[in-house]
């Protein structure tokens, strides 16, 4: 583990205020902290409890420029700004400003890593600083610092239950024998499902995370955005289909999955009894290794405190 670290935090939605509030947990100081409008910058530590309670108060977590964080002494810049698709902007300009100046960056948004993986890695070699992205996969589950034990070379797949709130509508739909629109309305009432639920239900969130694992896979043979995988959300799936899945110990999940040779997310058929016919909003990710044989691991694939442990577990793993 290393030594605590002053920690500049771009985004201040679930997982960017659940960093701030629980970094000295981690012993580690916040010494920015920035939302859209506005940033609260202070070399010896921010107040943090006063930032929070500002942003749930007034919609800004201080009164400076936001550029101001990115100008702040830090160790590590905390990407956790929304993610973007394309150019992956603006998060892939604050990565860059940060490793420009030899700055470690720690990234909870996944635009950059999915959409521009080869700009990224390109930036890293030629900065004294290390970027790390284990809360782009996953939330709380290690996949990728698991990966990176066993060695990116001896896994050869990646595959699972990557998007909550798609496993929740089906598989409420599955035991309550409900049809999609019933469940998706019920998960948005719960908080489970957004407003719009497109990037959930559509598959792109898994792909994001899938395009990602893919390019870890690749270790630099190549890389893949989402325009390169092969995606299908859960939309389309009739209650009738479950109905019928179950009647042979089945059910259907949305199944991501991640090789050196690229990635693909599609509703599939798995045993009820499988690992991977996890129920609710709970993440499973397996891998395929050489020589470990085939790892399960499961845990909260979301959340804000459970995203931040991955984020702050990546800040410890910096020299």
């Known amino acids: 583990m290393s030594d605590g670290k002053r920690l500049a935090v771009l985004g201040a939605g679930a997982v960017g205020g659940s960093v701030v509030e629980l970094a000295a947990e981690y012993g580690h ?42 100008d702040a002494d830090y160790d590590v810049l905390v990407e956790a700004t929304p993610t973007t698709l394309d150019d992956a902007e603006p998060g892939f300009s604050h990565v860059r400003d940060a ?9 909870a948004n996944k635009g950059p890593v999915a959409e521009r993986y080869a700009d990224l ?45 798609a496993n929740f509508i089906l598989s409420r739909m599955a035991a309550e024998g409900l049809g999609y629109e019933h469940v998706l309305a019920e998960a948005q009432d719960l908080g489970v499902a957004e407003a719009d639920p497109s990037f959930d239900v559509d598959g792109t969130d898994a792909a994001l995370k899938c395009v990602i694992l893919s390019n870890v896979l690749a ?20 209650g009738s289909a479950l109905e019928l899945a179950a009647e042979d110990g089945q059910t259907i999940r949305l199944i991501g999955e991640a090789t050196p040779d690229g990635a693909r997310v599609s509703p599939r058929l798995v045993s009820q009894n499988a690992a991977l016919a996890v129920t609710g909003t709970r993440n499973i990710v397996q891998l395929e290794s050489e020589h470990a044989g085939q790892l399960n691991i499961s845990g909260r694939g979301a959340g804000g405190p459970e995203t931040a442990s991955a984020v702050l577990a990546d800040v410890g793993r910096l020299d």
């Not at 939302?35 to 919609?59: N, Q, R």
């Not at 490793?99 to 990234?107: A, I, M, P, Q, S």
């Not at 050869?156 to 909550?164: D, F, P």
């Open 29 to 70: 100081t916040v010494t920015a902290f920035a939302d859209s409008a506005s940033a609260v910058v202070d070399a010896d530590g921010i107040d943090t409890a006063a930032a929070l309670g500002s942003k749930a108060e007034t919609g800004r977590v201080g009164t400076a420029d936001p550029d101001a964080a990115l």
């Open 99 to 107: 490793l420009e100046r030899d700055r470690h960056v720690v990234l």
């Open 121 to 165: 890695m390109a930036l890293e070699r030629e900065s004294a600083g290390d970027v790390r992205f284990e809360a782009t996969v996953g939330g709380a589950i290690p996949v990728l610092s698991t990966i990176e034990d066993l060695s990116p070379a001896h896994v050869t797949a990646a595959r699972g239950v990557l998007n909550g709130t």
């Open 219 to 238: 270790d630099g043979d190549r890389e893949y955005t989402l325009a390169d995988a092969d995606v299908e959300g859960i939309k389309n799936v009739p």
